[in-house]
């Protein structure tokens, strides 16, 4: 009877932490809504976002994340690349991006940038703000915006990891 009591226990807590551990602290599936990603993300793409390690370790220049851009009360998320890093400079000249006076060599973006939007001046970011863009920047809403502005850690939900559906595209993101 203690066997059967200590195996019903072990596996409540089992389902527990893949119910509810798992999703809301480890790992969490979603959605890419839009083509401001493309083609790097498109939309309807299944994703895996990994919400750990980036509270203990710093999140890099490119890497793509989910983060919410009225704050983690608002449902709303988005899915952007991260451009500036805390404490760097950020402005768009033409269809160049300048991080610190020098011009970013990337090659992530779709299309040049027709509308720098709030970049087109200087912005200097916190000492826990990045700077996010999508790759298709002519149709993204993104750090440029005054709307979305400067992306807080706090407001961070992961960084994407993996991609599962579609299947011929089925793999991690880099």
Do not use: W
């Amino acid at each position: 009877m203690k066997g059967l009591l200590f195996d019903l226990l072990f596996y409540a807590i089992l389902i527990f932490a893949c119910i509810y551990v798992l999703p809301n602290y480890v790992i969490q599936r979603t959605i890419v809504d839009g083509s401001s990603m493309a083609d790097t993300l498109m939309d309807g793409e299944n994703l895996y976002v990994e919400k750990l390690s980036y509270r203990f370790d710093r999140l890099d220049r490119y890497d793509i994340i989910v983060f919410y851009p009225y704050g983690r009360d608002n449902t709303e998320y988005y899915v952007k690349r991260i451009i500036g890093m805390p404490g760097e400079t950020i402005q768009i000249i033409g269809s160049d991006i300048y991080i610190n006076g020098e011009v970013l060599e990337e090659h992530y973006g779709k299309e040049p940038i027709a509308d720098p939007g709030r970049a087109a001046k200087p912005i200097t970011l916190g000492d826990d703000e990045y700077f996010v863009m999508g790759d298709n920047r002519n149709i993204s809403k993104d750090s440029r915006d005054k709307y979305v502005g400067n992306v807080s850690r706090e407001n961070i939900g992961g960084k994407v990891i993996f991609r599962v559906t579609p299947l011929n595209r089925f793999g991690p993101i880099d």
